[in-house]
């Protein structure tokens, strides 16, 4: 009997793949000098600090080295990378007010519906800079502020001098150097305590440009008390040139705050995605990731919760699914450094077609941490004998009063399953698809329902060949 | 005389090059029980499987039909929607994908047409408390963490919404407590109304105590040695199947 291969599709990127002519009104040369430096903090208009912390950063970026392990960064020229490109538009408050071809593309991505049915404020970045800002006056009301990091570094000064990469130091790797240094975009939001914001925020950022950066920030307060949830969403045409893409996040959780920051990445196949993102969780605060990776050529993509405060808690849930061409190498790091914090890491991944999905995870325990708990269980599917998986946990631990519990699965589609579900008059594609979607169930189920609809329609299987 | 709903000739089949079925004949029709014994390794579950179209067994000559048309160039899910049902002896377990809602996709791709969801809950839940199964099952993953009672159930559930023309019970009561047994029979007895037919698997009579069949058949070492009426089955209980050893 013969039996071809099963194909699964890739996903489905022609919504994505819209490209629009590159059109801007300003935008660097390539490569990184402190002239550029001086031109885009010129262009933002900044305080003389954040001038002086760019050069800084600079500096810093030119002394380290990329990181020793994990994917090949080689391909990635960041001298050719354009790191500015402010597209020609001012910051909108209404869409009716941007250029028709930007706002087709968030029409076409569903942005302006989303935010009219489900959201409490809506920040769209479009290349560097944040084309659309808005929120409810519900929750301006209460308090709240979400800004373009632009406006907040004006409104904002004395909050953003101080927490401004505290939490992610240019120090930290190659790539936040680079981003302290170009930085662009992105959303501040504070929420004063005891505010709770039902609904979610969600700031979209899209690349447009051929060969640039993306560098936007993101910089959460949550005060005491209060709640939120954020949402993220990326993506980007592609282009035959690399694209970089380096953000950073910052999240402040404050005594007994709860934080749910969810993202959705889907980048075009000639991204590198290497961003940071890390929370800082007070006493009795809670950090809940959402994380699903999708797109990009190469990610390296770690958040890191840091539960600094008694029973701090931090969740992790995410699912990576990578393609051909495709190394995503994701993951969580958790530091317990107080008593009676508890860490859940749950994620899953899908290779196929050659693709690399790896877990690289770090669990570290200090030695004031007792009757710390930590549970991590990460789970593969390998769709070919082409796809690479791998789990690669650390652990830390300094003191022996923890409970510690870590589970890894690699596996394949059973060809019994299969046949166990084609008996029940099901085709063999549509099985497939079950099972797949199945395995991404507890984790679908954790999205925005937008993006769970996204996710199943990523995984919809187009198959030949046959078991039976 | 009605034509018979499977009719199996000189059926021979394979598993990596190793010959299992040398040679089977079996006919039924329509509302017959038949029971299939057999020492273990004597092809039994190969049988199952191979009118099912798992396709690792290799069937190399012979014939099988079913409702008149041969079914060899067709894949399981279409058997299934022939009107072919396979009780499995190990039930797979699929995580992700409820018992309710994956009951409602098979249920609508066997009859091949969109089922109704409230109506479909109903006979779910009816067809449950007849199997004595607590409700909750429903909205478990497919078989996932069941006992090997529950697994069973959970077979004979399926057996039931799906409705076959003819089901194949593969060694359903292999491993199953007196009580479990009895429930079996319970569900058996309510799928077996007047057209339904039945092949029963078996190597012991735990199940044959509640249900009368109409033929019994000896199967050993790839081939059906004897065959008779429900008393073939107290005679190989006092001989055993070493009489028919080739």
């Known amino acids: 009997m013969t039996r071809n291969k099963t194909y699964v599709a890739d996903i489905e990127r022609k919504l994505y793949d819209q490209r629009n002519p590159f059109t801007y009104s300003h935008k660097t040369d390539k490569g990184l000098t402190p002239e550029i430096i001086r031109e885009i903090s010129a262009q933002k208009n900044e305080p003389e600090w954040m001038l002086e912390f760019r050069l800084r950063s600079l500096e810093t970026y030119y002394q380290l080295d990329l990181p020793p392990w994990g994917p090949n960064l080689i391909e990635l020229d960041i001298d050719n990378i354009v790191t500015y490109v402010k597209p020609i538009v001012d910051r909108q408050y209404s869409w009716e007010d941007i250029p028709d071809d930007i706002k087709q593309t968030f029409d076409l991505l569903g942005i302006p519906k989303a935010e009219h049915e489900f959201l409490a404020g809506v920040g769209a970045q479009y290349d560097s800079e944040v084309v659309y800002h808005s929120i409810q006056e519900s929750v301006a009301k209460e308090g709240v502020v979400y800004l373009d990091m632009e406006t907040a570094v004006h409104e904002y000064e004395d909050l953003i001098k101080e927490y401004f990469m505290s939490l992610v130091t240019p120090r930290d790797h190659k790539f936040a150097a680079l981003h302290g240094a170009v930085w662009s975009g992105g959303s501040f939001v504070y929420i004063p305590a005891g505010v709770k914001v039902e609904i979610p925020l969600q700031s979209y950022f899209r690349s447009n440009a051929p060969g640039a950066g993306q560098f936007e920030h993101t910089l959460i307060i949550v005060e005491p008390g209060s709640y939120l949830h954020f949402i993220e969403g990326c993506s980007a045409p592609r282009y035959s040139v690399n694209n970089l893409h380096a953000g950073c996040v910052e999240l402040f959780v404050r005594e007994g705050s709860t934080l749910r920051y969810s993202t959705i990445e889907n980048w075009s196949r000639n991204m590198f995605n290497l961003n940071t993102k890390r929370a800082l969780v007070e006493r009795d605060g809670a950090i809940e990731w959402v994380s699903g990776s999708f797109g990009s050529k190469v990610s390296m993509l770690y958040p890191m919760s840091i539960l600094q405060g008694e029973r701090a808690r931090a969740e992790f849930t995410g699912v990576t699914f990578a393609g051909g061409g495709q190394i995503l190498d994701t993951g969580a790091k958790v530091v317990h450094a107080a008593p009676h914090t508890t860490s859940t890491i749950n994620t899953k991944s899908i290779s196929k077609g050659g693709g690399t999905a790896i877990y690289r995870g770090l669990i570290k325990v200090t030695k004031n941490a007792y009757h710390s708990k930590s549970t991590v269980s990460c789970e593969s599917l390998i769709l070919d004998n082409e796809s690479i998986s791998d789990t690669i946990p650390v652990m830390q631990i300094d003191t022996d009063q923890v409970d510690l519990g870590h589970e890894a699965k690699i596996g394949r589609i059973s060809d019994e399953a299969i046949f166990y579900l084609m008996t029940r008059g099901i085709d063999e594609e549509e099985a497939r698809a079950m099972i797949v979607r199945g395995f991404v169930e507890p984790i679908s189920k954790e999205l925005p329902l937008e993006y769970a609809v996204e996710m199943n329609n990523l995984v919809k299987l187009e198959l030949e060949g046959t078991i039976g | 005389m ?67 048309s041969d079914v060899s160039p067709l894949k399981p899910h279409e058997r299934a929607q022939l009107g072919l049902f396979l009780s499995f002896q190990y039930p797979q377990e699929i995580a992700g994908i409820t018992l309710e809602n994956f009951l409602r996709s098979a249920k609508g791709a066997v009859d091949q047409k969109q089922v109704k969801v409230l109506e479909f809950h109903k006979l779910l839940k009816a067809k449950m408390e007849l199997l004595e199964m607590k409700p909750e099952y429903a909205e478990r993953y497919l078989n996932l963490g069941f006992s090997g009672g529950e697994k069973k159930k959970s077979e004979i559930l399926q057996m039931l919404i799906l409705d076959p023309k003819l089901a194949i019970m593969d060694e359903t009561d292999s491993g199953l407590d007196v009580d479990a047994v009895r429930v079996v029979a319970k569900g058996v007895k309510e799928y077996h109304h007047i057209d339904n037919s039945m092949l029963i698997i078996t190597h012991h009579k735990s199940l044959l105590e509640y249900i009368e069949p109409d033929f019994v058949h000896f199967l050993v070492d790839g081939q059906i040695v004897e065959s008779g009426g429900p008393e073939l089955v107290e005679h190989v209980e006092q001989a055993g199947f070493a009489a028919y050893k080739a």
């Open chain 2, 2 to 68: 009605t034509q018979p709903l499977l009719k199996i000739k000189d059926l021979q089949v394979h598993i990596e090059d190793k010959q299992i079925l040398k040679g089977l004949n079996l006919e039924m029709k329509e509302g017959e029980i038949h029971v299939i014994m057999g020492p273990n390794g004597a092809g039994k579950s190969t049988l199952a499987n191979v009118l099912m179209g798992h396709p690792k067994y290799e069937v190399v000559g012979g014939e099988i039909e079913f409702c008149g």
